[in-house]
């Protein structure tokens, strides 16, 4: 049982939608994490949280818009997406982001997303 | 630049056999290293890490590795397969002196016959 909770499981979106991806902790983890996964390819960072303030963008497009509203939660929100951004959708914890480095991540199960 | 690459897209085993999923790195630094596994439609799973210390490092569900510094590689094994290993394995890496962002492998496919 993962201890990093997201939901949905599933959503499908037309590309001009607005809707958002939760994640949950309660590990006291103070580093979140997203990222994008394609079909049997590796995971992709998208954005990293470190005490609730963002830390690393891998220059992701504006049309996902992060946001930490306390050391538990995470949300993604999505605008205007395109049929390319469908993938499954991780979110990860870790005790803090420079102990990411040394200290494994904890994986929730993910949101698969698909944009028609 | 840091890299990880898993050389082989798939393995295929007989149940009961032992297995080896290959990883060889390239860091500047010490690195720390990783394996993940992730089941069809599910998470990644933190299998086992090295960080410093013993070369062979014993992780979940009876997996280990063994880091090889003068090879650059830290090969997942186990010494008798279960079908139900049977998943996607990613090797990572991280450095210390890095932001801590963590780089995977391409992952390598598991297949356990019975």
């Known amino acids: 049982d993962t201890e990093v909770t997201q939901t949905p499981k599933h959503l499908v979106m037309g590309m001009t939608n607005k809707k958002s991806l939760k994640c949950e902790q309660h590990?006291?983890?103070?580093?979140m994490y997203w990222y994008k996964q394609k079909a049997k390819k590796p995971p992709e960072l998208m954005f990293v949280?470190?005490?609730?303030?963002?830390?690393i963008n891998e220059s992701v497009p504006s049309r996902f818009s992060p946001e930490c509203p306390n050391s538990s939660l995470l949300n993604l929100h999505l605008h205007a997406l395109q049929p390319e951004d469908s993938a499954l959708y991780l979110c990860?914890?870790?005790?803090?982001?420079?102990?990411?480095?040394?200290?494994?991540?904890?994986f929730g199960e993910g949101s698969r997303l698909t944009v028609l | 630049a840091q890299s990880v690459a898993q050389p082989e897209d798939q393995v295929n085993v007989a149940e009961g056999n032992p297995l080896t999923v290959k990883c060889t790195y390239s860091?500047?630094?010490?690195?720390?290293l990783f394996w993940y596994v992730q089941y069809p439609n599910r998470g990644l799973q933190f299998l086992l890490k090295?960080?410093?210390?013993?070369?062979l490092v014993k992780g979940s569900y009876g997996f280990e590795a063994e880091f090889n510094k003068s090879q650059t590689s830290f090969h997942l094994k186990k010494p008798s397969a279960l079908v139900s290993d049977s998943a996607l394995y990613f090797c990572?890496?991280?450095?210390?002196?890095?932001?801590?962002?963590?780089?995977f492998g391409q992952g390598t496919t598991l297949q356990v016959k019975p």
């Open positions: 090295y960080i410093t210390g013993d070369n």
């Open positions: 860091v500047s630094g010490n690195p720390y």
């Open positions: 990572a890496v991280s450095v210390w002196s890095n932001t801590g962002k963590l780089i």
């Open positions: 590990m006291g983890h103070r580093a």
């Open positions: 949280y470190s005490y609730e303030k963002l830390s």
């Open positions: 990860a914890s870790s005790q803090s982001h420079r102990e990411g480095a040394s200290g494994e991540l904890f």
